[in-house]
């Protein structure tokens, strides 16, 4: 265990301040998503998928998954590579959203 030292009172101070909210890039999440440019969602850490009704996919233990986007694949909501075959086409650069309305 590791104490405060006078160098990490900000640090300190941001954990004990309800009001402050950490950046994305000052925490970790546990599930990260990429969108591969003309392919997938790549699903990385912990997580659970569902279907409408709630039941719950069984993902036999993984901890990274695919997630089809092109609509083809033959396993939805799983990604089986059917976007190449069908020259599925999207690039996806990171962007912020608006505001809430």
Do not use: W, Y
């Not at 590791?2 to 160098?7: C, G, V, W």
């Amino acid at each position: 265990m590791r104490l405060a030292t006078s160098n990490d009172k900000s640090e300190v101070e941001k954990l004990l301040n309800p009001g402050h909210s950490l950046l994305p890039s000052e925490s970790m999440p546990a599930t990260k998503i990429t969108v591969n440019n003309n392919g997938s969602l790549r699903v990385e850490g912990d997580f659970s998928i569902h279907d409408a009704e709630g039941k719950e996919f069984g993902l036999g233990g993984r901890t990274v998954i695919s997630l089809c986007r092109c609509g083809h694949s033959a396993n939805k909501p799983f990604c089986d590579g059917s976007h190449k075959a069908n020259a599925f086409a999207s690039q996806c650069e990171a962007r912020d959203l608006p505001p809430k309305a």
